[in-house]
């Protein structure tokens, strides 16, 4: 597990209560895959950075569903039927081309879809509260609960992985530290 994945996992810990470590730990490495490849590939059109997508990532799934197996699966969808996945992510041009048995078929490929949507939101409305009011409802300017839901749910993930990140290299650097007096002291009491 990357360092980034294990920032985001603990930060999905603490807004996500009812999901176990397990499928947090998978949907946290399939969230940093999805955004690293889609950057690499240079498949996003917007101004959004590989940093401020992946919070905003985590923020929409873990409100749209909760994080929950059976919504994945699409055994429980939204809009009659329209939405689905843990994006929540609705018919039509969203879905590019995907059947719903494939997007429901795939984590990974729900993530993707999720992310190309904010992408586009982003694209028209350059912040994060726009885009996740246009992720909610289609329309930057709509405010809903649900999209306030979700940017106090992104500010609170973002601040918790730069605090985890933070805090790993804070350890590494104490840890460097450490074998290199410990080394030193060697040497010298060698002498």
Excluded at 34 to 44: I, N
Excluded at 96 to 122: M, P
Aim: proline fraction near 2%.
């Amino acid at each position: 597990m990357t360092n980034l994945a294990i920032a985001l996992l603990l930060a999905l810990q603490s807004s996500s209560t009812n999901v176990g470590q397990d499928r947090l730990r998978v949907i946290s490495e399939d969230m940093v895959s999805v955004v690293d490849r889609e950057f690499s590939l240079q498949k996003m059109k917007s101004t959004l950075s590989q940093e401020q997508a992946l919070p905003v990532l985590a923020a929409v799934a873990t409100v749209e569903s909760g994080l929950r197996h059976d919504i994945e699966r699409c055994k429980t969808t939204g809009d009659s039927g329209r939405s689905v996945g843990l994006g929540q992510v609705m018919r039509g041009p969203n879905w590019r081309g995907f059947t719903k048995k494939e997007i429901c078929e795939s984590r990974y490929l729900q993530l993707k879809l999720a992310l190309h949507v904010i992408d586009e939101c982003w694209y028209r409305s350059p912040r994060a509260d726009a885009a996740l009011r246009c992720y909610t409802s289609g329309n930057p300017d709509k405010n809903s609960y649900v999209a306030r839901k979700e940017y106090e749910t992104y500010l609170a993930i973002k601040h918790k992985i730069h605090r985890s990140i933070a805090s790993q290299t804070l350890q590494a650097c104490h840890a460097r530290s450490l074998s290199y007096f410990y080394v030193r002291e060697r040497t010298s009491t060698q002498l």
